[in-house]
């Protein structure tokens, strides 16, 4: 199970920082992701990280500004996003996927490659 939370109202150019909470299992060797979903638009990816390394990817339009990073000794992933923008706004979802050893510094960027995902965490970002 995945819980996210941290969202809320923010003005623009504010920070906010997503915790994401793994229960249920040992998520050390998962890769975890972050989507984000607008009003009346499709999941997008925003970022992802892999299960070893801490290897990151960002979605072009967050890349400079969030930063994502996870702690295996406490099953907690984190999305740190600054300057934020009225374009930020949408529900966050936080997301799980466990991977062979071989892919243990992979990112995943695509939601079919993600099993687990939380129930979500709106974010406002007001102009």
């Known amino acids: 199970q995945l819980v996210e939370s941290g969202g809320g109202l923010v003005q623009a150019g504010g920070s906010l920082r997503l915790s994401c909470a793994a229960s249920?299992?040992?998520?050390?060797?998962?890769?975890m992701g972050w989507f984000r979903q607008a009003p009346e638009k499709e999941r997008e990816f925003v970022a992802a990280i892999s299960w070893v390394r801490g290897t990151t990817d960002y979605a072009d339009s967050t890349k400079g500004r969030y930063t994502i990073s996870r702690d295996n000794a406490k099953n907690m992933a984190y999305l740190q996003m600054n300057s934020l923008k009225p374009e930020d706004t949408a529900v966050y979802y936080c997301?799980?996927?466990?991977?062979?050893?071989?892919?243990?510094?992979?990112?995943?960027?695509?939601?079919?490659?993600?099993?687990?995902w939380g129930q979500g965490t709106q974010v406002s970002v007001s102009s």
């Open positions: 249920g299992r040992t998520y050390n060797s998962y890769a």
């Open positions: 997301a799980a996927t466990e991977v062979p050893l071989l892919y243990y510094n992979t990112t995943f960027s695509r939601q079919e490659d993600y099993r687990y």
